[in-house]
Structure formats: structure tokens, C-alpha cells
Nanobody, 119 residues
Framework: VQLQASGGGLVQPGGSLRLSCAASGIIFSNNVMGWYRQTPGKQRELVARITSRGGTNYADSVKGRFTISRNNPKNTVYLQMNSLRPEDTAVHYC??????????????WGQGTQITVSS
């Protein structure tokens, strides 16, 4: 399984970024895809996830600001991040899992992409 994330970087508060994650080695359309993030000294946490049919789930801290979507023919999942805040600063990871489970450390992970929100 390979999950290749891109789109991270430095952005000012209030700005926007779009993350992409291209998957290979899995039957993409059968997987729940998610974005998780981690800051130093803290456990990895859910940001958003999406089922194969488009059902979504968001962390309370990002509801109304972030949107997760997927393109099954392109084997790609996206995270549109708007109204970014300094507390969104973290390494963001793409995740693929065959089942919807409320356990963070499960499934396959991408390499992580750094998001830094700072003026």
C-alpha cells in the first residue's frame, strides 16, 4: 500500500490549503479514507474521514472549515482546509482502512505532510 500526500506548507491564519492523497496498492473504492494529524508530544487524532459512498465524519474543531472528498476513479482523497488557525499546525497524515472503526492507529498510513499556520 502506498499513500502519497501532497499540498502541505506554510499559510497565514485565515488562509486555505488543499491536501491530496493518491493511493495505490489497494482497492481504493472499498476503503474508508481519512486525514489525521499529530503535533509534538501528542497522540495522532482524527481530522476527517469519508466512506466509499461519501459519508463523512469530522473532528469538532474543524467542522464548518474543512471538507473531505474523494475521487474513486483517480484513487485520490482530498482535504480542503479553509479559515486555518494556528492550532491547525500539525503533521497531517492520510489513512486508508477497510472498515470504519473508531480507533486511530489502524490501517495504512502515508508519510505525512506538514501544515504550519503562522503570520
Amino acid at each position: 500500500v502506498q499513500l502519497q500526500a501532497s499540498g502541505g506548507g506554510l499559510v497565514q491564519p485565515g488562509g486555505s490549503l488543499r491536501l491530496s492523497c493518491a493511493a495505490s496498492g489497494i482497492i481504493f473504492s472499498n476503503n474508508v479514507m481519512g486525514w489525521y494529524r499529530q503535533t509534538p508530544g501528542k497522540q495522532r487524532e482524527l481530522v476527517a474521514r469519508i466512506t466509499s459512498r461519501g459519508g463523512t465524519n469530522y473532528a469538532d474543531s474543524v467542522k464548518g472549515r474543512f471538507t473531505i472528498s474523494r475521487n474513486n476513479p483517480k484513487n485520490t482523497v482530498y482535504l480542503q482546509m479553509n479559515s486555518l488557525r494556528p492550532e491547525d499546525t500539525a503533521v497531517h497524515y492520510c489513512n486508508a482502512r477497510a472498515v470504519w472503526v473508531d480507533v486511530v492507529e489502524f490501517g495504512s498510513w502515508g508519510q505525512g505532510t506538514q501544515i504550519t499556520v503562522s503570520s
